[in-house]
């Protein structure tokens, strides 16, 4: 059974967008923030909107990372809640413990966009403080990321450039410029873009900075990232002169 106020939120669902009543449903739920996120070509989850800068600065992070409860919910299709982030095993999340005294967010609770055995994103609420969700609250949850989960289906492929995503406010799919990054850092390099990927990643890690803005920076040619000095893989006539 669902709450009178999930129930409003449904039915504005119908006629309204869903950032139109994102926030409702944030406050109903008693989060700060909620991101809604697809997986992508690449099998990991982007971001397609964020209620606010906190959720879409952990989002990034989680990206950054490639760990975290969003990851781990996509990989296993299964909800995982995180009632208090400072209190979890440094070696689950070995990266993302390192960052949490420095981080808004205190508890975080992810959800499957799921069609059967099919994930297709998360449903990401965050919060500032500690604490659980309540049951009344985990119906509501499941509830909405079962309606999410239509929506998505209605968007289509997140890659597009359908006008439903073109007109949806704010723009979704903020990552959309890691893809030319991560082409452009294969092309640059003669690395698969997995590979191409991890190289971005080590480097916005090992720079402090999120994987988002050194994406940036790589389309801008602003950066360029070195070749690896010591290769594993070399090419058969690679000391060939």
């Known amino acids: 059974m669902i709450s009178d106020g999930m129930a409003e939120i449904l039915r504005l669902l119908q006629t309204a967008s869903w950032p139109d009543v994102a926030g409702a449903a ?3 739920l008693a989060v700060d ?3 809604v996120s697809a997986v992508s070509g690449s099998g990991e989850a982007e971001l397609l909107w964020s209620s606010d800068p906190v959720s879409r600065d952990f989002e990034d992070l989680q990206l950054t990372l490639g760990e975290g409860p969003g990851p781990d919910c996509l990989a296993g299709g299964a909800a995982v809640r995180v009632p208090d982030l400072g209190s979890v095993r440094e070696d689950r999340w070995t990266a993302l ?3 949490v005294p420095s981080m808004a967010v205190r508890a975080v609770f992810c959800f499957p966009l799921c069609i ?11 919060r500032s403080t500690p604490g659980y969700l309540t049951s009344a609250q985990n119906d509501d949850v499941d509830v909405l ?4 989960t239509r929506l998505l289906l209605d968007l289509g492929d997140p890659q597009s450039s359908s ?3 073109r007109d949806l406010d704010p723009p979704v799919l903020h990552q959309a410029v890691l893809h030319q990054a991560t082409g452009m850092v294969s092309v640059q390099l003669a ?8 190289r971005m990643r080590a480097h916005a890690y090992g720079n402090s900075r999120t994987l988002t803005n050194t994406a940036r920076d790589i389309v801008a ?3 360029r990232l070195a070749p690896d000095p010591h290769p594993t893989n070399l090419p058969d006539d690679a000391d060939e002169d």
């Open 163 to 165: 006008a439903e995503y």
């Open 26 to 28: 944030a406050e109903l």
């Open 191 to 198: 690395v698969p873009l997995a590979e191409a990927l991890l």
């Open 145 to 148: 990321a079962g309606v999410l």
């Open 33 to 35: 923030g909620i991101a």
């Open 221 to 223: 040619r602003r950066l």
């Open 97 to 99: 413990s390192a960052e």
């Open 116 to 126: 059967g055995a099919i994930t297709l994103g998360v449903l990401t609420l965050a």
